[in-house]
């Protein structure tokens, strides 16, 4: 790959919440946690560890544990992220991300499912045996993207309204030197 195209597919990242029956093999799963296992972190305290859930029913009851998470029950595993408190969120967001990229590079799609509100998280730990004090918010829901209009399909089954898609153009969003400074 050219570092254009290194640049293009990191960019080409989406959610995809619309996964096909296809299985993940366990040597492609392996390597995903292998790249997350890399990500960086504070001080490199590495706060986290990982539960993968494949079972069928697991999964249909972390669907539940979601406002916005319907679509792990149709997922091939969730990546229950653990992390070792609340403080560790953006190691969080850093470990999400790598796994999203690394699952990406297979072909296989993914979203970050949140379980919330607080009571819900809790019973996710229940429900996975994760100790209380461990702190669990995001999860990654991983499967082949069902078909090809399922990275530019936004609708969240069982959400109402539909998550915007596209983004801010840089004008918007890169100050230069100074905060403001659009050019
Ligand atoms: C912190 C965080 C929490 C998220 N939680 C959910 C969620 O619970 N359910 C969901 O469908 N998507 C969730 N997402 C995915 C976002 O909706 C998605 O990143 C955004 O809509 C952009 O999607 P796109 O890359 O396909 O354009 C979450 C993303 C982040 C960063």
């Not at 998280?121 to 669990?136: D, N, Q």
């Not at 936004?154 to 918007?172: D, N, Q, W």
Request: aromatic content about 6%; proline content about 4%.
């Amino acid at each position: 790959m050219t570092s254009n195209q290194t640049a293009r597919f990191l960019g080409s990242l989406r959610a995809v919440r619309h996964f096909s029956d296809r299985p993940i093999a366990d040597d492609v799963l392996r390597d995903i946690l292998e790249v997350g296992r890399r990500t960086g972190s504070s001080k490199n305290t590495q706060p986290w560890e990982i539960v993968v859930v494949r079972d069928a029913v697991t999964l249909t009851r972390l669907s539940e544990l979601g406002g916005f998470a319907g679509y792990v029950a149709t997922a091939q595993a969730d990546i229950v992220l653990v992390m070792d408190s609340a403080n560790n969120g953006f190691d969080c967001g850093r470990l999400a991300e790598r796994l999203m990229l690394a699952a990406w590079a297979h072909g296989v799609g993914s979203c970050i499912a949140s379980l919330f509100p607080d009571d819900n998280a809790r019973r996710a730990k229940e429900l996975l045996g994760i100790p209380a004090a461990r702190w669990v918010r995001q999860t990654v829901a991983l499967g082949y993207p069902a078909d090809e209009k399922a990275t530019r399909v936004a609708a969240v089954p069982r959400m109402t309204g539909v998550v915007p898609i596209g983004r801010k153009p840089l004008s918007e969003i890169v100050s230069w030197e100074r905060y403001g400074k659009r050019s």
